[in-house]
């Protein structure tokens, strides 16, 4: 025998509708028991019950599915985001489709075309670019949350970190511990974090007197860290006396680059960090960082986005959201 909604219903004695909600991720939001929800489950696995999804689209007109493209999935700061999100969206029912874009525009413009194609109810997009055109006309047909990036100037939701507070701590810190020759390793370049993050620093540095701040890179890649770092160990002006490197990807670079050349951290050069990641913390030394309010972010990306899909416009006191990062401190800086 088929087993059904309506089966489920019969052994466990409660409605239809109940059975449904539960099975769909969305127990909590109708405020139904852990009780209740722990025994339609238990009941749906004894039967083996799985859901006919395609029926269930054709019903209610969605799919269930939201579609996430981060620019690159290898970068560790873009693989626990994801994690968050997907992890977030599941807690609510839905179920999630991730595209890598690999951080072009045209890489980006397919994942949101197979995202159109599989009819997904909405989208959260770290986006690439710098124009938000194409984005903007997607958001007419299917809702979208942009995270970590976003455009200043469009009305599209998004939430993020303010990089510019961020910046402007890492760039405090170094100076108070007196560090006068900073190199600042940025990512890429079009990135409206990045941009903040640049922002920060230099108004950081322009208050202070007798600092230093050079600004060099183009990704957001262990590459690019080693690349910069060995140019400026290698007789470049000046040898910086710290290094403020824009990601945890960019860090690893520069350490390789720090440690080939036979110089010490902190002895003979400090460092700080865009991002917090946990292996951070088994580096020699441990690395000081400026830490995103990732879980945070997920959740409110998620909370946002499951919002527009359910037409409930006013229930989020803001769609455009930028939270506060902080500064962990540990013992790569003198």
Known sequence: MKNTLNTISELTGVSVSTVSRVLSGKAEQYRISA?????????????????????KGL??????????????????????LSCIV???????????????????????ADALNMFVSRKVDGIIAVPVGADPTAL????????????????????????????????????EY????????????????????????????????????????RFDGDAFSMENGRRVMEHYL????????????????ILLGAIMAIRAAGLRIPDDIGVVSF???????YLDPAVSRI?????????????????????????????QILLPPSLVIRSSCR
């Not at 929800?37 to 859901?51: D, K, L």
């Not at 599941?90 to 890598?100: M, N």
């Not at 991002?275 to 913390?281: A, C, E, M, R, T």
Request: with cysteine; hydrophobic share 40%; proline share 4%.
């Open 35 to 55: 009780r209740t929800a722990q025994r339609v489950r238990a009941v749906a696995e004894e039967c083996g019950y799985i859901p006919d999804l395609v029926a």
């Open 59 to 80: 019903r209610t007109r969605r799919t269930g599915i939201v579609g996430l493209t981060v620019p690159n999935i290898d970068n560790p700061f873009f693989s626990n």
């Open 86 to 108: 997907i992890g977030e969206l599941k807690r609510l029912g839905y179920h999630v489709i991730l595209a890598d874009s690999m951080e072009s525009g045209e890489g980006e």
């Open 136 to 171: 903007e006309r997607l958001s007419m047909r299917i809702p979208i949350v942009l995270i970590d990036r976003y455009f200043p100037d469009s009305e599209l939701p998004y939430v993020g970190t303010d990089n510019y507070a961020g910046a402007r701590m890492a760039g």
């Open 174 to 213: 170094l100076i108070s511990r007196g560090y006068r020759n900073i190199l600042a390793v940025q990512g890429n370049l079009a990135a409206v974090s990045n941009r903040e993050r640049v922002r920060g620093l230099k108004d950081t540095v322009s208050a202070a007197h007798g600092v230093r701040c």
């Open 234 to 249: 290698a007789g470049a002006g000046e040898r910086p006396d710290a290094v403020f490197a824009f990601s945890s990807t």
């Open 275 to 281: 991002d917090n990641n946990g292996f951070l913390d």
């Open 291 to 319: 830490e995103q309010p990732l879980q945070e972010i997920g959740a409110a990306a998620s909370r946002i986005l499951t919002d527009l899909i359910d037409g409930r416009e006013g229930s989020s006191v803001s769609r």
